[in-house]
Structures are given as C-alpha cells and as structure tokens.
C-alpha cells in the first residue's frame, strides 16, 4: 500500500510571534504618547516613543501610538511602515482599513488597491462598503489605463507598480538601496516608463552615486524628453554637484514643457528654484497660490508653494507679501525666522547672502550623510593625516554638495564659523574656490573675510607677498599678504656671562628688586654699550617705579641700536595709545609690517599692540583676531587673555540685547500668526459686533474699553459682561460720536474708504492705501497702536474676514448707518 505524503498545513497569512511584554515603563510611555497626541503635539509623542523600539522592537502597540502619532504629525510615509509592523506583529488585519486611506493620500494607488481588497477579504468594519467598492473599481480603471499605455498584460503591471510604490516608500524613509532594488524588479514589469526610473536615480543621488543618478536621468530624457520628473531631477543633481552650466542646458529644454498636473508643476518649479529663475518660480506657482489644503495640494506641498512664492516674491522685491506668505507656514526654524527677519528689514537676503535660498542647507544631503561627514570631522585630530585625508576624498566622491552645504552655512544660514572650517577640512580646489568668494566679498564682518583669507594663505592659495583687494574697515583698500616665519630660537647670541647677568635681572625684577635689577643690566652695558636687551629691561624696571621717562629713554635707546627690535618699539606705542595718540602708534609701528621672522613672543606682542590699536578704533573684530594670534602665539599672555576677556563680555552683553530682540520678534511672529487665524474666523461679509467681538481676548477688549466707553468702573467685568458693554456703546451714536471725535483726520479719511465700498473692502487694498499693524503688537493694553488700521481695529470701528478666501477689511453692521452722518461733520 502506497505511503500517503503528510498534508501541508498552509501557513498563516500574518504570523504573531512572541511579544516581549513591554515594562511598565513603557506602557506609561505609550499613555504619556497617547494624551500628548490627543494635546495636539504629536511631535512630542513621535520623540517619545521612537527610543523605545530599541529596547522594544517586537510590541505591536509601541508602532501602533508611533505610527498614529506620525499621522497626527502628518508624517504619513513614516507611519505606513510603522502600521505595517503592528499588524504583522500582532496579526489583526483591521490595520488594513488606515493603510488603504494613508495609501491613497500618499498616492500609492496599487498599494492602496491591494489594502481595499483586504478590506473587503476580511470583512472589515466601515462606514461604506459602496464607496470601498467604488474607490476599487477606480483603482482598477487607472492601472488597467495603465497597462494599455504600455502595452503590457495588466497583471504584469500591477506587480511593477507595487515594487515601484513600495521603491517611493523606501525612498522616502531613507532606504535608498533598497529603493534602487525595488524600482530595478518595477522596471522587469514596466519597462523604460519614466516613474520608477526617475525614483531610482534620486535614491542613487541620495545613496552617494550622483553619476550613476546623472546617467540614468539621461537615460530617461534621450527615451522621454519632455519627461518634467526627469529633466527636474538631473538639473538638481549637476546644479548642485557644481555643474551649473550644464544645468542650465537642461532648463532651456524643460522651460518650454507644461507640467500637466501639480505634481509636475511643482517639480518643474523646483528646478528653477534650483538655478535661481525666481519669475520662473513665481509664474508657475501662482496658480497654486489660493489653493487649500486638500487632495490636489497636500500639507507638505501647500508649505512648499507658500515657501517659494514668498522667497520668489522677496528676491523680486516685493517684501510684504513675502512675509505674509512666508507666515502662513508652520515653521518656527531658525532658518525661516533668518529670512522673516531678513525681509522686515528689506535686505536682499538673509545672513551674508545677496538672495533668498528656496532650500536649506540641510536639504542638499541625506541625514545619514550629514552625521557620517560629521564623525569625519570629528576624527580629524584622532587619526593620521593620510587616512583622513582618503576618507574626505572618497566622501566627496559620493556627496560633492557638500561644498555647497558649507557655503550656505556660511553665507545663509548664521554659521559662518563652521561654513569656514569645513571648506577649510574639505581642502579641494572647489572648496577653496569658495573660500575665496568669500574672502574677496564685503560680506561679514571684516575678522572672518580674514580668516577666510588665513586659510588661504596657509594652504599656499594665496602667495606670499600677493596683493589683493580686500574690504576693511568699509572700503576697498589694496592688501599685501605677509607671510611671516615664526620660530622659538632667540635672536640674539650672547656671551654665558652677559647671558648670566640677564637671567639676574630678570630675577631680580620679578622679585621686585628693581635696584639690583638695574645694577646688572647697568653692568652688561659698561661691557657691551650695544646690548639692546639690557636697554629694554631696564626700561622695564624704570616703567615698574613709575618712572616713565627715564623708561621711554631707554626704547627709544633700544630702538637706536636696532630699529626693528620688537619689544621697545611695541612698548612706546602702548604709551602713545595710553595718551590716545592712537595715528602715532601706528606709525611707531608700522616699519615691523615688513618684517618677516619673528620670535612667538615677540609676535604675541605686536599682535596685543595691534589689538589695542584696534580697540581704540572701536575695530572690535580686528581686535578679537590680533588677541586670538597672539594667544596662539603665547597661551599664558595675561594681558591679551584679559583684554580678550572684556571683549567677550562687551559680545555677551551685545549678544543679551540681540537675544531680547529676537524674542521681541519671536513673539511678534506668534502674534501675526495668531492675527491669521483671527482674521480666518469670520466668514461673513458683514458680521455684527456681536460676532466680532468676542474673537478678541479680554486684555484687547479692556484696551478696547478705554478707548470707547466714558465711564469707569467697568474693569473688573468678565469677557462676556464687557463684550456686551461694548456693543451697547458701539451701536449708540452718542457714545460713536465721541470716539470719532477722538480720530485723526487720517483714521476719518479711512472710515470713509472703507464705507464708500458698502463699508466692506480688500484688506489689500486698504494696507496699500494707508498702512497695517501687522508688526504692531496686538497687546493693546501695553503698546497701543500707531498705524491706521490698529487704531481703527483697537475702538472697535473696523474688523477684518475671510470671505471666498479673500481677507476684507469691514466696519461692523451696527455702525455702518451711524458713522457716515458723524463723518460729515468733519
């Protein structure tokens, strides 16, 4: 008899293997997660949660909270991956019914339609079983089109565009080889289409292969070459790679495509980002510009148009809607506020920068870069040159934008220290390029043009006696570079009994016996009439009895023997600035210009004699790098530390007041975005007091009250009982009348305005006419209001809506029949 085979048993579709029970610490974890996500700071809950899946990788519930706090964060790829590992994890497929949704708003529509068929394989609970069914049959149409498009069987195709979304989420998670593998087995199904290509050849870039990116962009534009994606991409990858003329080719060919949808319109905008075509950048956005956010214009790209029509709009210089634009993004970085700042004051960019950047240094590299360059930097002093020196050139290979990273710190971003020392680490041709730009610009204060220019010097790309045009002390002024040898071997050889005698004196002045001091130096010169030290040591020992001409006898006797001797001629000038001679010192000093060798203490001391010349100059920045050099020169020179010292403190205080301005403009920042959505709640053209009121806090209704309401007594009312004080005032003419008799004739002329347009009117068109209090604090109690619009808003007279999403500046009804009448009078 025939031995029957064992029946297989089939496997599980998910597996639950064995949990970890989490600690009760993490479980309060999860809790604290879970009210901080229901606060509205899922942030917060996201940096919570993630360092506990080291510890906790396999508890289904910890991805479960991190992937809806990444929801709630709208970080929607990150939660994907974290809703997939609960499910698999804990085996509950009703996971599948949020993937399908996040799937369709990502736009991974094979993705999503493989999720809707789980939905209804497993019968999961939903609020529409039809809509489910509807949304599938859509799915279907859309990649049965596809297939058609490419003459594939549509089976064949599903699979492709399944590797090619799973290829966009990897992508946009960081895992860039195995984006480039997924969208590899994409293009066994789908052949030469341009999507998975144009994936693959951004993960290469990101992955530190920008020429196997170039070469696959290429590859795509010879096949498709009006293909927006790709022609996007490869002007991204040369631009920042230091190509920019090629670049520049590839625009001429993308300029004249027009994108078909938002997607291709924002890539297509990106490129001209990238080459700086700001009326590029703005024509092609503006379209977008009154967009909500929705399905055509998810959160992450509404910020991105809002940014780059206002850097667009400030690099044409149009300022105010910049910022207006630049505010209605949720972004409190360092950066954003640089440009904020940078456009309220009207210069033609932030930091040093002559423009507005549409990207951040930070947006050029993939994190996992940045921190690898970062441990390289850190390894600078730990390993040998050689070795260090092949790592920076094989990094370099993969990522050349770096040079561009250090230039936008330095130039954009406030971090003109470090910019400079990793050009200075990077140590190419291209970085020095760079360093020069810099160097030779007015931009920045005038020490770190120099150090840009030491940098130079030191590695031999600025010779020795060249001549170059730098900006000091705000001009233009011809410079030649010295190079100067600095050694510890005195320069002068004595004799072991005048040697002698020296070392006595010294002693002997340290040890405060100035007599017996100057009875050795007194003996060196009846042997030696020319020894110049003795002179200068004795003029040390007249200078500690405060006997200061008898001191300045001997230098000046000093400097007969040797005009360029260092100490004496440093120490006579310290006595011109002492007396504020400041223009003699530097003439006293300026023959040791041309001296080339120099002992380190003797260059210490010139330095210290330079910086006290620069302090009385009120040059702080020249000042701080003469100390600098002159405690590298001589760590235990107390003079220059201490100096260097006050120097700090005065930048400590400077620092204290610029801190305090940049809270001023922090808070101003939250105020206006807090007036954005004042301005966002009335919806109705003509809103009564009664609605408009009780939008304001109660410290802007009582600085409301003191304007408008005669009588006193009324402070302590609550919100509610002063909202309805002041609409009893603001609806009776007798109370109307003497607040408008307390306008300027400016605040009349702009009532007029406003009731000339059925007492309603573009809120634009009322800023251009008269002002707006935008960067007036709405803190009337404290700071009342000087502009027009402020005033007219603090006595209740005008409010603003938002109406078919368009800001109007409006009287209330009630007041709209009393004013004019009043009005007349005036």
């Known amino acids: 008899m025939k031995k029957r085979k064992p029946k297989k048993r089939r496997k599980p579709f998910f597996r639950r293997p064995k949990q970890r029970r989490p600690s009760p610490e993490m479980e309060d974890a999860m809790a604290e997660a879970d009210d901080l996500i229901r606060d509205g700071r899922p942030d917060e809950a996201v940096s919570l949660l993630i360092p ?33 590992m609960a499910m698999n994890l804990s085996g509950d497929v009703s996971y599948w019914q949020p993937l399908a949704s996040i799937y369709m708003e990502l736009n991974l529509k094979a993705l999503a339609l493989r999720a809707f068929h789980m939905v209804m394989k497993y019968d999961l609970e939903t609020q529409d079983l039809t809509f489910v069914r509807e949304v599938i049959a859509v799915l279907e149409e859309e990649i049965n089109f596809v297939a058609q498009m490419l003459q594939r069987p549509s089976d064949k195709v599903k699979k492709g565009l399944l590797f090619m979304e799973e290829g966009e989420r990897a992508l946009q998670t960081g895992n860039y080889a195995s984006c480039v593998g997924l969208n590899k087995k994409s293009a066994k199904f789908l052949g030469d289409w341009p999507p998975a290509w144009n994936n693959m050849s951004l993960a290469f870039f990101y992955d530190g292969k920008p020429q196997e990116a170039i070469k696959v962009a290429r590859q795509v534009i010879t096949n498709y070459p009006d293909n927006i994606q790709a022609l996007s991409n490869i002007i991204r990858y040369l631009a920042w790679t230091g190509q920019v003329d090629e670049a520049r080719q590839y625009w001429e060919q993308l300029h004249d495509v027009d994108p078909p949808d938002t997607s291709n319109r924002l890539k297509k905008a990106e490129a001209a980002a990238i080459l700086g075509e700001d009326e590029s950048v703005y024509e092609l956005l503006r379209p977008l510009a009154k967009t909500e956010i929705g399905p055509e214009l998810p959160p992450s790209h509404y910020d991105q148009v809002q940014t780059f029509l206002a850097v667009a709009d400030a690099n044409l210089g149009r300022f105010r809607p910049a910022r207006r634009r630049l505010l209605k993004v949720n972004d409190n970085s360092p950066v954003t506020l640089l440009r904020l700042e940078a456009m309220r004051d009207g210069r033609p960019g932030p930091g040093y920068a002559d423009r507005y950047p549409y990207f951040r240094s930070y947006e050029l590299l993939p994190r996992e870069a940045l921190v690898e360059f970062m441990e390289l930097v850190e390894q600078v002093d730990t390993i040998s040159e050689k070795v260090w020196q092949k790592r920076i050139r094989q990094f370099l290979t993969r990522y050349p934008q770096i040079i561009l990273f250090a230039e936008k710190m330095l130039w954009e971003e406030d971090q003109a220290d470090v910019g400079l020392s990793f050009l200075e680490l990077i140590d190419t041709p291209e970085a020095y390029a760079a360093l020069r730009r810099f160097a030779l610009s007015q931009a920045g204060p005038d020490h770190e043009r120099l150090r840009a220019v030491n940098i130079l010097q030191q590695a031999g790309q600025i010779a020795a006696g060249e001549e170059v045009k730098l900006w000091q002390n705000g001009q233009w002024q011809p410079v030649k570079l010295a190079t100067y040898e600095i050694n510890d071997e005195p320069e002068e050889e004595y004799p072991d009994h005048i040697v002698d005698l020296l070392l006595k004196g010294q002693l002997a002045i340290n040890a405060g016996e100035f007599a017996e001091a100057e009875q050795h130096f007194r003996k060196i010169l009846s042997i030696d009439p020319q020894n110049k030290t003795a002179y ?12 200061e001409k008898q001191a300045k006898e001997m230098l000046q006797a000093a400097l007969d023997i040797d005009p360029l001797y260092v100490f004496p001629r440093v120490n006579l000038a310290h006595y011109l600035i002492d007396e504020e001679k400041v223009e003699e010192a530097k003439d006293l000093l300026a023959p040791l210009a041309d001296k080339r060798r120099f002992h380190s203490q003797e260059m210490a001391a010139y330095s210290f004699a330079q910086a006290r010349i620069a302090i009385a100059e009120k040059e702080y920045e020249g000042a701080r790098s ?61 809103p009564s007091l009664a609605e408009i009121l009780p939008l304001y806090i109660k410290d802007q209704l009582t600085a409301m009250g003191h304007q408008v309401i005669p009588w006193g007594g009324w402070s302590g009312y609550r919100k509610g009982e002063l909202v309805d004080l002041l609409i ?21 002329e702009a009532l007029r305005f406003v009731l000339a347009g059925d007492g309603r009117i573009p809120w634009q068109q009322f800023a251009d006419k008269f002002d707006d209090d935008l960067d007036e604090s709405s803190h009337w109690n404290w700071h009342e209001p000087e502009s027009v619009m402020g005033r007219l808003r603090m006595r209740g007279l005008l409010a603003e809506a938002t109406v078919d999403g368009e800001i109007l500046i409006l009287v209330p009804v009630e007041l709209r029949p009393i004013l004019p009448k009043l009005l007349s009078h005036f």
């Open 728 to 748: 009893r005032v603001l609806s009776d003419e007798t109370f109307v009348a003497n607040v408008v008799e307390q306008l300027t004739d400016a605040d009349r």
């Open 626 to 686: 003469s100390l600098e050099l002159a405690l590298r020169m001589d760590p235990d020179f107390e003079p220059a530390q201490d100096l260097l010292d006050i120097l700090d403190q005065q930048e400590a205080l400077s620092g204290l007041m610029a801190g305090w301005e940049r809270m001023r403009e922090e808070m101003a920042e939250r105020d206006r975005k807090k007036r954005l959505k004042l301005q966002a709640k009335l919806t109705t053209p003509d």
């Open 52 to 84: 506990w899946l080291a510890k906790y990788p396999k508890v289904a519930d910890l991805h479960y909270y991190l992937g809806y706090a990444y929801v709630k964060a709208n970080h929607l790829w990150a939660a994907t991956n974290e809703y997939e």
């Open 536 to 547: 200068n040591n004795l003029a040390t020992v007249y200078s500690r009895q405060k006997k």
